[in-house]
Nanobody, 115 residues
Framework: QVQLVESGGGVVQAGGSLRLACAAS????????MAWHRQAPGKERELVAL???????TYTDSVKGRFTISRDVAKNTVKLQMNSLKPEDTAVYYC?????????WGQGIQVTVSP
């Protein structure tokens, strides 16, 4: 069982930056995949970035070069640094974990990018 709590969302102007954090309720060392997804109004939830237990990262094309996912094992936290934000990045961002074949989601946090 893993509880995930997101923080760091808010409103920012286009071109600005935000950093999201996802705090896990237990050690993330053994978690196979931790990731950030997002869901914009009227759209399906999509993968933004993921971090595997082995240290590999993957990004959706629209955020490559702008977003960086990282993990802090000591703090059981996964972060998403978002730079050069665009209005189309506006969405609810969800933390995700896959461990032991089970998936876990955070409650979501709003990110709004104004033009």
């Amino acid at each position: 069982q893993v509880q995930l709590v997101e923080s760091g969302g808010g409103v920012v102007q286009a071109g600005g930056s935000l950093r999201l954090a996802c705090a896990a309720s237990r050690s993330i060392i053994s978690i196979n995949v931790m990731a950030w997804h997002r869901q914009a109004p009227g759209k399906e939830r999509e993968l933004v970035a993921l971090f595997t237990r082995g240290g590999s990262t993957t990004y959706t094309d629209s955020v490559k070069g702008r977003f960086t996912i990282s993990r802090d094992v000591a703090k059981n936290t996964v972060k998403l640094q978002m730079n050069s934000l665009k209005p189309e990045d506006t969405a609810v961002y969800y933390c995700y974990a896959n461990s032991g074949g089970l998936t876990y989601w955070g409650q979501g946090i709003q990110v709004t990018v104004s033009p």
